[in-house]
């Protein structure tokens, strides 16, 4: 159990890490619109046909009013594109963009056919005969296609996001100095922080989500708030773990030290770029086994 017990404090130590990533991340994506670029990017995939150069579906989609309403407005005339669009809405704004103002349903298949992009109107037919004409099944299988393109956006979002992680990762192991091999031994020979980093890693297990923890698809001012929380936790840390550079004498580490150290650096970029779920299910898993482990004193 003293391993375990060892084990539990270097997984909260680097959740804790992968929190604070993840709000960096967070913060990142806000300054530079990520979400919104992905969905953007997204749409212009699906409704631009890119074998004519047609792009004025694409132009009717994002110049409609309820795409505009779902925009975040900065000043003048200054909008930041919606990081999501549910399927509900997209249909909405492609029937709105099929029928025209007077368009009626009847005319749907007369209004596909006259749809310039040869593509997308390749899906929608197929799409309504799928659905034997009926309107009602239609758009419902226009919004598990949309659906579908949005789930390999996330997947494509997330595959980013996580090469963001592991550089995140990088810049702050040698940042902090924070070293997994050091990490262990310093637990391993100081009980009395290991025994305050694991009744705070139970608490956490018992009381806390990550979706309570970090929050995601914030406004610039709260992700760096956010980063703000999430460093303040990092350098609770620090010093009991000694962790951070005001310690290391630079001019005494041989080759040796400097390649295990660089060696414990990848270790916690590695674990950073996992994410904060992956850390905080393990933490979980490993204090309900030293709990259901534990047998109580004689």
């Given at each position: 159990?003293?391993?375990?017990?060892?084990?539990?404090?270097?997984?909260f130590?680097?959740?804790?890490?992968?929190?604070?990533?993840?709000?960096?991340?967070?913060?990142?994506?806000?300054?530079?619109?990520?979400?919104?670029?992905?969905?953007?990017?997204?749409?212009?995939?699906?409704?631009?046909?890119?074998?004519?150069?047609?792009?004025?579906?694409?132009?009717?989609?994002?110049?409609?009013?309820?795409?505009?309403?779902?925009?975040?407005?900065?000043?003048?005339?200054?909008?930041?594109?919606?990081?999501?669009?549910?399927?509900?809405?997209?249909?909405?704004?492609?029937?709105?963009?099929?029928?025209?103002?007077?368009?009626?349903?009847?005319?749907?298949?007369?209004?596909?056919?006259?749809?310039?992009?040869?593509?997308?109107?390749?899906?929608?037919?197929?799409?309504?005969?799928?659905?034997?004409?009926?309107?009602?099944?239609?758009?419902?299988?226009i919004?598990?296609?949309?659906?579908?393109?949005?789930d390999?956006?996330?997947?494509?979002?997330?595959?980013?996001?996580?090469?963001?992680?592991?550089?995140v990762?990088?810049?702050?192991?040698?940042?902090?100095?924070?070293?997994?091999?050091?990490?262990?031994?310093?637990?391993?020979?100081?009980?009395?922080?290991?025994?305050?980093?694991?009744?705070?890693?139970?608490?956490?297990?018992?009381?806390?989500?990550?979706?309570?923890?970090?929050?995601?698809?914030?406004?610039?001012?709260?992700?760096?708030?956010?980063?703000?929380?999430?460093?303040?936790?990092?350098?609770?840390?620090?010093?009991?773990?000694?962790?951070?550079?005001?310690?290391?004498?630079?001019?005494?580490?041989?080759?040796?030290?400097?390649?295990v150290?660089?060696?414990?650096?990848?270790?916690?970029?590695?674990?950073?770029?996992?994410g904060?779920?992956?850390?905080?299910?393990?933490?979980?898993?490993?204090?309900?086994?030293?709990?259901?482990?534990?047998?109580?004193?004689?």
């Amino acid at each position: 159990m003293a391993i375990l017990t060892v084990v539990l404090g270097v997984i909260f130590v680097l959740l804790m890490l992968s929190l604070f990533a993840t709000s960096i991340m967070e913060l990142l994506a806000a300054m530079l619109r990520l979400r919104g670029r992905n969905l953007k990017m997204t749409l212009k995939n699906l409704l631009i046909d890119e074998k004519k150069g047609s792009s004025g579906v694409y132009e009717a989609f994002i110049t409609n009013p309820l795409y505009k309403q779902l925009s975040f407005k900065y000043g003048r005339g200054v909008s930041n594109p919606p990081s999501y669009i549910d399927n509900d809405s997209f249909r909405t704004i492609l029937f709105d963009i099929i029928l025209g103002e007077d368009g009626l349903e009847s005319q749907l298949k007369t209004k596909i056919d006259a749809l310039e992009n040869d593509e997308m109107r390749r899906i929608l037919k197929q799409l309504i005969r799928d659905a034997d004409g009926k309107i009602d099944v239609f758009k419902q299988r226009i919004g598990e296609w949309y659906e579908s393109i949005m789930d390999r956006a996330s997947g494509y979002y997330k595959r980013m996001t996580q090469k963001i992680l592991i550089i995140v990762g990088i810049v702050m192991a040698v940042v902090l100095n924070a070293d997994t091999l050091a990490l262990y031994r310093s637990l391993e020979t100081n009980p009395e922080t290991l025994d305050k980093l694991v009744a705070a890693a139970e608490a956490v297990a018992e009381n806390e989500s990550v979706d309570g923890m970090v929050r995601t698809d914030l406004e610039y001012e709260a992700a760096l708030e956010q980063v703000r929380r999430m460093k303040g936790n990092v350098d609770d840390l620090r010093s009991p773990l000694g962790m951070g550079w005001q310690n290391i004498n630079l001019a005494e580490m041989s080759v040796y030290n400097w390649a295990v150290k660089i060696l414990g650096w990848i270790i916690t970029a590695i674990a950073i770029s996992l994410g904060a779920p992956f850390w905080f299910d393990l933490l979980r898993k490993i204090v309900n086994l030293r709990s259901t482990g534990e047998k109580p004193a004689d």
